[in-house]
């Protein structure tokens, strides 16, 4: 066992705030430092590729596609850092996987909505949350009125928690406006 325990960088916000962008950035800087990492993005992700993890302003990093968090575990090699987009759509067992990981000397880097459409914690983020030696809390422009946006809000009239969307679907919204 290493003597040396990983970290959790968790980046997390609304939609449109960022996140993506944010963790773009953060493995550039990876890139350039030459370190080794391996980028994780769940299957149901396909918005933009579906085989990349692509911000809203189209930048794009090659990903490792996983349908479950266990994957993780058989993609790794020699990588002493992984990173995780839209971590909320992953199943709730990713938290226990981050744990061994973080034990096993392993950085993460994890981005994802913190929230659902109803303003209700989503998915494993919570916990993720809770375990972070660093939280980003990322902010959106409110598509209403301008102010600092939180909420993610569903423009049309699906129910179900998980629906693959952008523009189409959400908008961003302060929390005066998600509430009226």
């Known amino acids: 066992m290493k003597s040396h325990k990983g970290k959790i960088d968790l980046i997390c916000g609304s939609m449109f705030s960022g ?3 944010e963790l773009i950035r953060r493995l550039k800087r990876l890139d350039f430092a030459k370190k080794k990492y391996k980028l994780f993005k769940p299957i149901v992700d396909n ?12 930048n794009s990093v090659q990903a490792t596609i996983i349908s479950k968090s266990e994957d993780i575990y058989k993609h790794i090699k020699n990588e002493n850092i992984i990173a995780i987009d839209e971590a909320q759509f992953l199943d709730e ?3 226990e996987v981050c744990k061994k990981l973080i034990e096993d000397g392993i950085d993460i880097i994890i981005a ?3 929230m659902d459409y109803k303003g209700e914690p989503f998915g494993s983020m919570p916990k993720l949350l809770a375990i972070s030696n660093d939280v980003k809390k990322m902010h959106a422009v409110c598509f209403d009125c301008g102010e ?3 909420y993610t809000f569903r423009i049309n009239n699906d129910t179900q928690q998980v629906l693959i969307g952008s523009k189409e679907n959400y908008k961003a919204l302060c929390k005066n406006c998600f509430f009226k």
């Open 148 to 150: 600092t946006a939180n």
């Open 47 to 58: 918005r933009y590729d579906n085989k990349k993890v692509v911000s809203h302003n189209m």
């Open 19 to 21: 996140k993506t962008e």
């Open 112 to 114: 994802g909505l913190d």
């Open 93 to 95: 067992k990713l938290y």
